[in-house]
């Protein structure tokens, strides 16, 4: 059990991966994700700097501590960095589409 610890009371994973989570509890955390930056992009209408990315991942970290749901930050923090490229792009076009139509 040398990949395993003791956490108050819990016995936990070191080495578990975003992918070992369920599915239910993948889809919660990358929807929180999309909600936290989604509210941000709108209010600014520009890509993210590092500093609110950074304060993005930390808000969605606390709500994970809070939710239960025990994962390496590390992991988070790769899905975190793939999605929020994704969502910008996504914004961002959909930005562009609207001044073009207009």
Request: a positive charge.
């Amino acid at each position: 059990m040398k990949k395993h610890t003791w956490v108050q009371g819990q016995l936990l994973q070191t080495n578990k991966t975003f992918s070992h989570l369920k599915m239910k509890q993948r889809e919660w955390i990358i929807n929180t994700m999309r909600e936290n930056c989604m509210a941000v992009l709108e209010k600014k209408r520009k890509p993210l700097s590092k500093g609110e990315k950074e304060t993005i991942l930390l808000e969605v970290l606390d709500s994970i501590k809070q939710h239960g749901i025990w994962i390496p930050e590390h992991e988070v923090s790769n899905v975190f960095s793939k999605k929020v490229a994704r969502y910008q792009r996504k914004f961002l076009g959909e930005i562009s589409d609207e001044t073009n139509t207009c």
